[in-house]
């Protein structure tokens, strides 16, 4: 007789042939749930454990185990004690690990395997806050596509990503990660994500599962220092971090992570309220929950566990489902059940959705689907290459543009192009970088040599270095605070040139996780080395390279052009040579507030009146008495080598019930000279609330393509379910009154009309 398995044989006896069924069936949810109970009831409580285990492949796996840690868990792979792996990253290795499952063990329950594919595997788009300047959603939909396709040609079948924590703090380095500050925005890219991550079925080839993380509030760290306390109130927590989540639930998003944070003195990996109550009960949510890198025992640290044991029973019951290299539930939770203190309805329920999310994958009808070499064969790198370009001019925000020196005029002669980033072909691939190839950006400086051609001069200097020695991901950056040496090459070139192009910003690793920064000024000596060029040739546009918010109050007052140009992946100096030329009229605006001064952190559009919002006469309400209060550049902010001029908003009705919907519009012109795109915003102010509300809130936007002297009429249409909020009845719902509607093509500066909901 053949040798079936265990498992094989049970669901042949229960008439369903797993290895038989297609991709509908399988994604038919009944029939899944029927597998997922009928393999469950097979399975033994080490088994089940071992489901919730995920292991790193930090040894060759192609190879026999090189280390004790590896040999170890080879074993354990062998013994089907293990659910998933994270950076296990090549087709080979994806193979052989899953051999050992499918070869070795009873139940053969195939492996999924994670990978951080944050903005790209190997073709690197802009870091995800520089995308989200694109405010192009198709857009952002694709590149999730090709980093799905690429990631399976490497074995890939799972991402850590999106990560969707709204992020308010410019000193945060992981701010960089984000879609910023905004809820209704970053709930759109999540969704945008999540689907070109995960396409229309999970279990076709050429998809892979996501993850919306942090859960939840990661993002909102005191001070801005990372895994550092979270404090927010319930109104926040439902209002602004919460519904970029549960859109990505709803748009069926296959795994959660939750995050390293304590909300409110409970760590949200031991936090219940959040994993069980909210996500998996009101929101209905079927996936699994994958602990942060070691978070569950890290609730030793936090101080709510006394050990492992402790950490792995606080985890599991608060529906922690998967623990990620935490060592936690492959060394308690069985005998946490034994001892009664971890109910097996728990576990089963954790376990379940564990395979749910396999079955979707298609992953028991073919373990090896995903580890497939033909998929490398088909792909063509150059096409994604050309998306990748695509996405980033896209991505790119013209924040001031006086004098007109950009675009470049063809009658320009000489560009001097100075800055320790200008010629950075790594730092534009940024942090959280997969299998982004080191210094394999196209550089400012080739960018602009490729657009500007022959008869122009292009006139290089570095000017200063940006970091002393090896750039690393676990290793903080050594700012070079004293070497000169190369500013008076720099102001010689800057001397004898018609125009300056300055590239400063970040290291590539200067934003990132762990890479909190107290200060945001321009690092190390690129302020002086900027004003030492200023002194001599005034006609500067400064390109800056970042993953986060700078303090750049004094570029603001006396540079004459400044381009945000992000980390913006593998095609960065060809975009950015597109804007600085005009091949591409820049269209991008910003997800996130760039302060004054690092002080006014966190900044952002959406905030409260307060009781003291203004007094002409005194000092007593709230400001700053050194610096203005609002924002150098607002949230939504970015300018366009046109101008749009927006005119008077039209409301179909003064006033609404529930039932009804507005309609209103607004009717926008390209004044300017050459055709552009614009970012239409729409803002509401509930008046009056039980809770105090934000001055005015995002709740929609289009883009819009505009011919020089053309007009167009841009209507958003206004339902009740906009108006809801988390109230002080503990719910979502509109509560009656006046409301303001804000449209324009930034937070601040808007057109209004006001109306009624009755
Ligand atoms: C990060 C996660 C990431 C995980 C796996 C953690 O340190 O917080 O975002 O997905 O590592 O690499």
Request: glycine letters at 8%.
């Amino acid at each position: 007789m053949r040798n079936y398995s265990l498992l094989t044989l049970c669901l042949l006896c229960g008439g369903i042939s797993l290895f038989a069924q297609n991709s509908k069936i399988q994604s038919s949810v009944k029939n899944v749930e029927t597998k997922v109970d009928s393999v469950l009831a097979m399975m033994t409580l080490e088994e089940k454990v071992g489901q919730l285990v995920q292991y790193n492949g930090s040894w060759d796996l192609t190879g026999p185990a090189s280390e004790l840690d590896g040999k170890q868990k080879e074993s354990n792979l062998k013994k089907g004690l293990v659910g998933s792996m994270l950076n296990v990253l090549s087709v080979d290795a994806t193979r052989e690990a899953q051999k050992m499952i499918m070869e070795n063990s009873r139940m053969k329950i195939p492996l999924i395997f994670g990978y951080d594919v944050i903005h790209g595997y190997k073709t690197i788009f802009p870091v995800p806050l520089g995308e989200t300047a694109s405010w192009d959603l198709e857009a952002m939909e694709k590149t999730a596509r090709i980093s799905a396709i690429e990631s399976v040609a490497n074995g890939i079948n799972w991402t850590f990503s999106p990560m969707i924590d709204i992020s308010r703090d410019a000193r945060w380095g992981r701010i960089m990660e984000s879609s910023g500050e905004d809820t209704y925005l970053t709930g759109q890219v999540a969704i945008a994500k999540v689907k070109g991550y995960q396409g229309d079925d999970l279990a076709d080839q050429l998809t892979i599962a996501a993850t919306a993380k942090h859960f939840a509030g990661y993002g909102l760290a005191e001070a801005g220092r990372d895994y550092n306390t979270v404090n927010i109130g319930e109104n926040v927590l439902h209002n602004v971090v919460l519904p970029p989540f549960k859109d990505a639930a709803d748009a069926g998003v296959a795994t959660f992570m939750n995050s390293f944070n304590e909300i409110d003195g409970i760590p949200s990996t031991g936090n219940k309220t959040l994993q069980r109550d909210i996500l998996k009960g009101a929101w209905n949510w079927d996936g699994f929950m994958v602990s942060d890198w070691g978070s569950i025992p890290e609730m030793i640290n936090h101080g709510v566990a006394k050990d492992k044991k402790q950490a792995a029973e606080i985890a599991i019951n608060a529906g922690s489902d998967m623990d990620m290299e935490g060592g936690a539930y492959e060394t308690s939770l069985v005998a946490l059940v034994n001892e009664g203190k971890v109910d097996i309805a728990n576990i089963n329920d954790a376990v379940k959705r564990v395979l749910r999310v396999k079955f979707m994958m298609g992953l028991f009808e073919d373990p090896y689907r995903y580890s497939d070499p033909k998929v490398a064969k088909n792909i063509s790198y150059k096409e994604h290459e050309a998306v990748a370009r695509d996405a980033a001019k896209k991505s790119i925000v013209l924040l001031k543009n006086e004098s007109s020196l950009l675009p470049i005029k063809s009658s320009v002669r000489s560009i001097a192009v100075i800055g320790p980033l200008a010629d950075d072909k790594d730092s534009p691939i940024g942090n959280w970088r997969a299998q982004g190839e080191a210094n394999s950006a196209v550089s400012v400086l080739e960018g602009i040599k490729s657009a500007a051609g022959k008869n122009v001069k292009i006139n290089y200097a570095q000017g200063t270095t940006l970091g002393v020695g090896e750039r690393s991901f676990l290793m903080p950056l050594e700012i070079n605070k004293t070497d000169r040496s190369g500013f008076s090459k720099a102001i010689e070139m800057a001397k004898k040139s018609e125009m300056v192009v300055m590239v400063l910003g970040e290291d590539a690793f200067q934003s990132g996780e762990g890479r909190s920064q107290a200060s945001i000024k321009l690092a190390g000596l690129q302020q002086e080395l900027l004003e030492a060029v200023f002194k001599v040739n005034k006609n500067i546009a400064l390109v800056l390279l970042n993953g986060r918010p700078l303090e750049i109050t004094w570029s603001a007052e006396n540079i004459p052009s400044i381009v945000e140009a992000w980390f913006l992946g593998t095609e960065s100096g060809n975009a950015i040579a597109d804007v600085l030329f005009g091949t591409y009229n820049p269209s991008g605006k910003l997800p996130v507030s760039f302060p004054r001064s690092v002080g006014q952190e966190p900044l952002y559009y959406n905030q409260k009146n307060t009781g003291r919002p203004s007094n002409a006469e005194h000092v007593t309400y709230s400001h700053y008495t050194d610096v203005a209060k609002d924002a150098l550049y607002p949230f939504g902010f970015g300018l366009s080598y046109t101008t749009f001029k927006y005119g008077d908003i039209a409301i179909s009705s003064e006033a609404m019930n529930a039932e009804e919907t507005l309609t209103v519009t607004i009717p926008v012109t390209n004044i300017g000279k050459v055709a552009g795109k614009e970012v239409v915003q729409l803002y509401l102010h509930d008046l009056v609330g039980t809770t105090t509300r934000p001055v005015k809130e995002l709740k929609g936007f289009e883009m819009i393509s505009l011919q020089p002297g053309e007009t167009k009429n841009v209507s958003f249409t206004i339902t009740e379910k906009m108006l809801q909020y988390y109230t002080a009845n503990k719910k979502w719902e509109s509560e009656v009154g006046d409301f303001d509607v804000m449209i324009g093509g930034n937070s601040k500066d808007l057109k209004k009309i006001t109306f009624s909901l009755n």
